[in-house]
């Protein structure tokens, strides 16, 4: 049932008829490694380890990039994938790119994401109208990009600033623009200046 062999200068394990099953010791792992030098060299190099009750490791070149855990996989490093899917907590360190060159290049993701860098999206001129700067702490929209709100593909309402003035705008035929507060201040840039209007009472300078 089973055989271990060397042929054309390859080695193999063969379970032709059966499963072939690898067993360890609870507190114990099984790893994959080269031969490249003695073990526990540098050029002892792990492929995969295989954690009894815990994670499945995957390296390259040395370097762990997967790991299971019991939400689902870790990556360490980029992920190149042509439709990609999950479901649950995502959790996302670096950069991320999707490219809709094709109707399969999507990221469809059921549950919470996190991300915990700068995040940019980009518009169609193909460079990023909208980005998240970590380090401000700021959500900043390029000139002329809209944040607009309305359902079925329907513009209602948008703010913008065209570069030279911000624009709030209700664009609805039968809208209303509503501004509510106990008490409401317009002012200028360096607040020297200010239009208020109080609650039940009429807009006076101050």
């Not at 999206?121 to 109208?129: K, Q």
């Amino acid at each position: 049932d089973l055989h271990i062999f060397s042929h054309s200068g390859n080695s193999f394990v063969d379970g032709r008829s059966s499963n072939l099953n690898l067993r360890v010791n609870e507190g114990r792992q099984i790893s994959l490694r080269t031969a490249l030098g003695a073990f526990g060299e540098p050029d002892d190099e792990v492929l995969a380890n295989f954690i009894p009750n815990s994670a499945v490791e995957l390296f390259f070149n040395g370097a762990k990039r997967v790991e299971t855990t019991n939400e689902g996989i870790l990556v360490s490093g980029g992920t190149t994938t042509r439709d990609f899917r999950a479901t649950g907590v995502s959790t996302f360190q670096d950069n991320i790119f999707v490219e809709a060159t094709t109707d399969t290049d999507q990221l469809n993701v059921t549950g919470v994401s996190t991300f915990k860098d700068d995040v940019e999206f980009h518009g169609a001129s193909g460079i990023a109208s909208i980005t998240f700067d970590k380090s401000a702490n700021e959500l900043n929209f390029k000139d002329n990009v809209k944040l607009t709100f309305g359902d079925d593909g329907t513009t209602d309402s948008e703010i913008y600033f065209n570069g030279q003035h911000l624009n709030i705008r209700e664009t609805s035929p039968t809208g209303a623009l509503f501004v509510d507060g106990h008490n409401i201040f317009f002012r200028n840039p360096t607040q020297s200046n200010e239009v208020y209007i109080k609650l039940n009472g009429k807009a006076a300078d101050r």
